[in-house]
């Protein structure tokens, strides 16, 4: 008998994913919880039937939301993530030795355990010495900061269940408050191509547009999220994500990348027409 796990991405398009085991399932108090194995993926991870990642193409997203704002700020000693219970983000963050400080916000301590147990390709960072988890709501986490961190990096969940706060223009007025005045916040920002996750986009980005003097969008291809087609949201106090780019500094670092480059850095906020429009639409509204 074959098993397979699918996620419908609208009322007509789904993804499937041919299982070869169910390794773990768990109802926390936040979401279901779920990690199977598969023959071409690897092993994944579903919270409440969404994907949010497999062996195989996790490295895409990890690597472009730390890499890109890591290339243009000059001086990260403390970092915030929020969300990012797998560790992807953390593991690609501690990479870099300059950084003394890293906070991760996760709101559910069972993601994290799963992922230690079962993920630890993604999950091995969370035992650097410099990371620090708190099982809290990242909205209400956040609040309480003033010019505290040089980085925050928004690895959230998609923008209903326990995620949805972290679409706010509370949430993004709250970061912009806990950077010092050359912080950067990067965020997950879902996918322009199906219309619902467009909307989500273009609410986001509208938020951050209000709290942020400089707010860029910058897109990676992760082939088992939605459409394929992904984007981030770059935005900061100071620094221009393309005019701040140092790439001597980053190639100094000699950090070993399989997706991102200083090359891509650049292509990757050269947004195809639709995205532009979309972004447009909100900028000014």
């Given at each position: 008998?074959?098993?397979w796990f699918?996620?419908?991405h609208t009322?007509h398009?789904k993804?499937s994913?041919?299982?070869d085991?169910?390794?773990?399932?768990s109802?926390?108090?936040?979401q279901?919880?779920?990690?199977?194995?598969?023959?071409?993926?690897?092993?994944?991870?579903?919270?409440d039937g969404y994907?949010?990642?497999?062996?195989?193409?996790?490295?895409?997203?990890?690597?472009?939301i730390?890499?890109v704002?890591?290339a243009?700020?000059?001086?990260?000693?403390?970092?915030?993530v929020?969300?990012?219970?797998d560790?992807?983000?953390?593991r690609?963050?501690?990479?870099?030795?300059?950084?003394?400080?890293?906070?991760?916000?996760?709101?559910?301590?069972e993601?994290?355990?799963?992922?230690?147990?079962?993920?630890?390709?993604?999950a091995?960072?969370?035992?650097d010495?410099?990371?620090?988890?708190?099982?809290?709501?990242?909205?209400?986490?956040?609040r309480?900061?003033?010019e505290?961190y040089?980085?925050i990096l928004?690895?959230?969940?998609?923008?209903?269940?326990p995620?949805?706060?972290?679409?706010?223009?509370?949430?993004?007025?709250?970061c912009?408050?806990?950077?010092?005045?050359d912080g950067?916040?990067?965020?997950?920002?879902?996918?322009?191509?199906?219309?619902?996750?467009a909307?989500?986009?273009?609410?986001a980005?509208?938020r951050?547009?209000e709290?942020?003097p400089?707010?860029?969008?910058y897109?990676?291809?992760?082939?088992t999220?939605?459409?394929?087609h992904?984007?981030?949201?770059f935005a900061?106090?100071?620094?221009?994500?393309l005019d701040g780019?140092d790439?001597?500094?980053?190639?100094?670092?000699g950090?070993?990348t399989?997706?991102?480059?200083?090359?891509?850095?650049?292509?990757?906020?050269?947004?195809?027409?639709?995205?532009?429009e979309?972004?447009?639409?909100?900028?000014?509204a």
């Amino acid at each position: 008998m074959e098993l397979w796990f699918t996620e419908k991405h609208t009322e007509h398009v789904k993804l499937s994913i041919q299982v070869d085991e169910q390794l773990y399932s768990s109802q926390s108090e936040f979401q279901r919880i779920d990690i199977f194995s598969s023959k071409e993926f690897g092993k994944f991870l579903t919270l409440d039937g969404y994907m949010m990642l497999t062996e195989k193409d996790e490295f895409i997203y990890h690597e472009m939301i730390v890499h890109v704002p890591m290339a243009v700020h000059p001086c990260v000693k403390k970092a915030l993530v929020i969300g990012g219970g797998d560790g992807g983000t953390v593991r690609e963050l501690v990479r870099y030795l300059e950084i003394e400080h890293i906070d991760v916000v996760e709101i559910d301590e069972e993601v994290v355990e799963a992922c230690r147990r079962y993920l630890p390709q993604t999950a091995c960072g969370f035992a650097d010495e410099r990371v620090h988890i708190y099982y809290d709501d990242g909205l209400k986490f956040v609040r309480k900061f003033v010019e505290e961190y040089d980085l925050i990096l928004v690895d959230s969940t998609d923008p209903f269940g326990p995620g949805e706060g972290l679409f706010t223009k509370e949430f993004y007025g709250n970061c912009y408050k806990a950077l010092r005045a050359d912080g950067i916040m990067v965020n997950q920002h879902e996918s322009p191509f199906y219309p619902n996750d467009a909307t989500a986009m273009q609410r986001a980005h509208k938020r951050i547009v209000e709290s942020f003097p400089i707010s860029k969008v910058y897109q990676a291809h992760i082939p088992t999220y939605p459409s394929g087609h992904w984007l981030f949201g770059f935005a900061s106090k100071k620094y221009h994500p393309l005019d701040g780019q140092d790439v001597a500094r980053w190639k100094a670092r000699g950090i070993k990348t399989r997706y991102y480059n200083e090359q891509l850095h650049k292509g990757a906020f050269a947004l195809p027409n639709y995205v532009e429009e979309l972004l447009e639409k909100v900028e000014g509204a």
